[in-house]
């Protein structure tokens, strides 16, 4: 029998990029990909250096999909 991932890695990530609209609006990690606005039929982010150190564990926890021998 196998079974779900439970606990913690300790694996944690740091954000390297401040996510920003076309016109300078910040786009949080956290939104939607609607959230990035189109321009001329794609969707366009800028990337620029981070405003403040951020990190936050990396690992999910999904008990709604099971493990499964492949």
């Known amino acids: 029998m196998i079974e ?3 606990g913690r890695t300790r ?6 990029f401040e996510l920003l609209a076309p016109d300078g609006e910040r786009i949080w990690n956290e ?3 609607d ?3 189109m321009v001329e039929g794609h ?5 620029d250096e981070p405003t403040y150190k951020r990190s936050w ?8 999909f099971r493990a499964r021998p492949r």
């Not at 694996?11 to 390297?16: D, K, P, S, Y």
């Not at 969707?43 to 990337?47: C, D, M, N, V």
């Not at 564990?57 to 709604?64: C, G, P, S, T």
């Open 11 to 16: 694996t944690v990530e740091t954000g390297a």
């Open 43 to 47: 969707r366009l982010l800028l990337l």
């Open 57 to 64: 564990n990396a690992d999910r926890f999904l008990r709604i």
């Open 35 to 37: 959230r990035i606005p």
């Open 4 to 6: 779900s991932a439970e």
């Open 31 to 33: 939104g939607l990909p």
